[in-house]
């Protein structure tokens, strides 16, 4: 008899259908970046990424938007930082599954 938890791919697949990942994308640059650490906390707990990753975006992301609102943000840097991370976690999703073959 056949144990499905033990015969489990080892790393499942991020996205389950292929319209999945523009979704996603868009849904992180329509956010401005604050929906990345679901994504990437989804991502972790189906192993695709290390619980780092999420923990890293949640930290950069909400803690910019925090810590500018705190200090007064003063010479506007909340907005460059913000940006970067935006563009590092639309990339980041749009390559998480790139590696992945079929015949797995």
């Known amino acids: 008899m056949s144990n499905p938890y033990l015969e489990a791919p080892l790393r499942a697949r991020m996205y ?3 319209w999945h990942k523009p979704v996603w994308v868009a849904a992180v640059v329509l956010s401005a970046g604050l929906l990345a650490p679901p994504l990437f906390f989804i991502a ?3 192993r695709v990424v290390p619980l780092a990753v ?6 950069v992301i909400y ?3 925090f810590l500018s609102d705190a200090a007064g943000n003063r ?4 907005g460059g930082v913000l940006l970067v991370a ?3 976690a639309a990339v980041h999703a749009a390559i998480l599954d790139t590696d992945w073959k079929t015949a797995r």
């Open 75 to 78: 010479g506007n840097w909340a």
């Open 54 to 59: 999420p923990a890293l975006y949640a930290a």
């Open 63 to 65: 803690g910019t938007a």
């Open 16 to 18: 389950a259908k292929t």
């Open 86 to 88: 935006l563009i590092t």
């Open 44 to 46: 972790a707990k189906k």
